[in-house]
């Protein structure tokens, strides 16, 4: 299988501690992004990569999140801090860069702070 | 600014009924438009999509067709199977734009 994996699938972890979510993207892909999704909501933007350079974040990426894309390839999310609102699931998608893009979403990492 | 409502859930047809899920979208420009669809306990998946006005995307038997003068794209199917049962999002990116807007998602469930 070479879609998009994510690492871990779920993560409980008690208010302020820190979390680190892995994304792995197809290959060829040198497009990453990250979104999140509560529940009965749909996914929203946090961030994207082209190769190693994060070209965007949205508003909704605070101070206590940074995304990284060390090599161009797989990519980090941490939250420090955690606070209960940040209890969601974490999406990673790639893509391609061409005119007519599609983004590949991978399963997704749930998180439950406590 | 850029923005997805959906039809609101949840859905629930017969087995071979007819579906529609209303899709509207507000946005500048010429964005595209996407159909993803989450099957339990999977990621999400592209459905369809359609790239400039009056193309209708097509797959699975699922179609929509981008109108830009009514600013939709409604979710289609002329007989939908239990298989059919998931969450499907409605979905935007203007041009120039990197990042998708989703709709709320549309819970359907399908039944024998």
């Known amino acids: 299988d070479t879609g998009v994996s994510q690492d871990p699938r779920h993560k409980i972890t008690k208010r302020g501690q820190n979390v680190t979510f892995r994304c792995d993207p197809i290959?060829?892909?040198?497009?990453l992004y990250w979104y999140r999704q509560t529940l009965g909501q749909g996914p929203e933007f946090l961030t994207y990569?082209?190769?190693?350079?994060?070209?965007?974040k949205s508003r909704l990426l605070s101070d206590r999140f940074s995304a990284e894309r060390p090599k161009g390839s797989f990519s980090t999310l941490e939250i420090q801090r955690t606070e209960q609102g940040d209890s969601a699931m974490y999406l990673c998608a790639s893509s391609l860069t061409s005119a007519n893009y599609e983004q590949y979403f991978g399963p997704g990492t749930r998180l439950t702070v406590t | 600014g850029n923005s997805v409502t959906q039809m609101e859930g949840p859905v629930t047809l017969s087995e071979e009924a007819f579906l529609t899920i209303n899709c509207t979208y507000t946005a500048t420009g010429y964005p595209s438009l996407f159909w993803y669809v989450q099957y339990p306990g999977e990621g999400l998946q592209l459905l369809l999509k359609?790239?400039?006005?009056?193309d209708k995307g097509s797959n699975k038997g699922f179609e929509a067709t981008y109108r830009k003068e009514t600013t939709s794209f409604h979710l289609e199917k002329g007989s939908v199977q239990v298989s059919d049962s998931a969450v499907y999002f409605c979905?935007?990116?203007?041009?120039?734009?990197?990042?998708?807007?989703f709709g709320t998602g549309t819970r359907l469930t399908i039944i024998p």
């Open positions: 979905a935007l990116n203007p041009p120039g734009n990197e990042k998708l807007t």
């Open positions: 290959s060829e892909h040198n497009r």
């Open positions: 359609a790239t400039k006005a009056d």
């Open positions: 990569f082209q190769n190693e350079a994060q070209l965007e």
